[in-house]
């Protein structure tokens, strides 16, 4: 019964070897499977001292040609008739062979051919390949574009960590110029001569509108009566911005305008009697230089200047153009301060004798209501020392 796994082939029995010289005969060849009874090395006999069916297995029969083309039996060039030893044989001649006639065994060169031939090919060496040189050897082309891919890899790798080191070198470099630079500017330092003056200019340029109202035009401003008396000129109402055509007479206008004037404010104030009504504007010009050109276009007519403002409800209710006495202007920073005064009661200006005018408080009151104005607006700041305050 076959058994699944199993081959199904007869076991075969190991036929125990016959024993002999190590290392001869060699293992696969005729002599070793004949052995040594059916050869007769062992036994001492020789072609002519066998059976006639042994020289006739071993093909040794009287008048048979040899493969090498001689009878059998024929004479041999030492006249013997037999084979000339072969060389070598007396000298350390392997076992199982013919040496000089101690065993009597004749050489048989077609067995020897025999045994080459029927050698087992389950016990034959395996010849060798010998590879060929080149086989496992690169080309030289490959390997030399290949070194040249590399080399030039090294190079543009060199250039680019160079590039890359100057470009770093170069922002290292403005970073720290930017550094030191910054703190010498922002560092405390004392100011220069322009930079205190520019530092006045500014600071009285924006003090129109960084400053509120109620301390352009304070509430009270105090003035020298007749008799050497001080009083208070009381501050009654603050007109909204206007433009500067609109808030003074056409030919002062015009020339404001023509010197890039910004804005016109206007405050009305009666002395401390409530008997004269003062209007105070100031018109806000885009620098000291502007100013100036202004100013000197500006006519010496007191008739003509800013125009009042009055204040329904209060003593200044009948103040207009008609009740102006006189006009006046100041100048100072980029501000241009006009003045006008007139009587509180409605008196015009024809009704009025010149020589009142001159001789009354009433202008030396106008005058310094509007100078202190124009004065506080045009004060020099205290200037710091340093860039960073008074310590440097």
């Given at each position: ?55 006739a297995r071993d093909g040794a029969a009287p ?256 103040f207009g153009a008609a009740q102006r006495q ?67």
């Amino acid at each position: 019964m076959s058994q699944p796994g199993r081959s199904q082939e007869p076991r075969r029995r190991l036929q125990p070897s016959t024993p002999r010289t190590r290392g001869w005969p060699p293992a696969g060849s005729r002599a070793a499977r004949i052995g040594p009874d059916r050869s007769g090395a062992s036994q001492g006999e020789g072609p002519q001292g066998g059976s006639p069916r042994g020289r006739a297995r071993d093909g040794a029969a009287p008048g048979a040609t040899t493969p090498d083309g001689r009878r059998e039996g024929a004479s041999t060039p030492d006249g013997t008739g037999k084979d000339a030893p072969a060389p070598g044989a007396g000298r350390g001649a392997p076992p199982g062979r013919a040496s000089g006639g101690s065993s009597g065994a004749t050489r048989l060169p077609g067995a020897t051919r025999m045994r080459r031939a029927s050698a087992s090919p389950a016990g034959a060496r395996r010849a060798r390949v010998r590879p060929w040189p080149g086989a496992n050897r690169r080309q030289p082309g490959a390997e030399r574009v290949e070194v040249i891919a590399l080399e030039q890899g090294i190079r543009l790798r060199t250039i680019f960590l160079l590039l890359m080191g100057t470009i770093l070198a170069i922002a290292t470099t403005d970073v720290l110029s930017g550094a030191v630079g910054l703190l010498r500017e922002t560092a405390a330092r004392p100011l220069t001569a322009a930079e205190q003056n520019l530092y006045v200019q500014e600071d009285i340029a924006r003090r129109w509108h960084t400053w509120p109202t109620t301390l352009v035009f304070p509430g009270e401003l105090e003035y020298v009566a007749l008799g050497r008396t001080q009083q208070y000129a009381r501050r009654v109402g603050i007109a909204p911005e206007t433009p500067c055509r609109a808030g003074t007479d056409a030919a002062v206008g015009a020339i404001l305008s023509e010197n890039g004037c910004r804005t016109l404010l206007r405050a009305t104030y009666v002395d401390q009697t409530s008997t004269f009504a003062i209007t105070v504007g100031v018109a806000v010009m885009e620098d000291a230089d502007k100013r100036r050109a202004a100013t000197g276009q500006l006519t010496t007519d007191d008739r003509v200047g800013v125009r009042p403002v009055a204040f329904p409800g209060t003593a200044t209710e009948l103040f207009g153009a008609a009740q102006r006495q006189r006009n006046a202007w100041v100048g100072v920073g980029p501000y241009i301060v006009f003045s006008t005064a007139g009587y509180t009661d409605g008196r015009t200006r024809e009704a009025v004798a010149q020589e009142e005018i001159l001789h009354s408080e009433l202008w030396p009151t106008a005058q310094t209501v509007a100078g202190r104005i124009a004065r506080a607006l045009g004060a020099e700041p205290a200037v710091p020392r340093c860039t960073q305050g008074n310590v440097c």
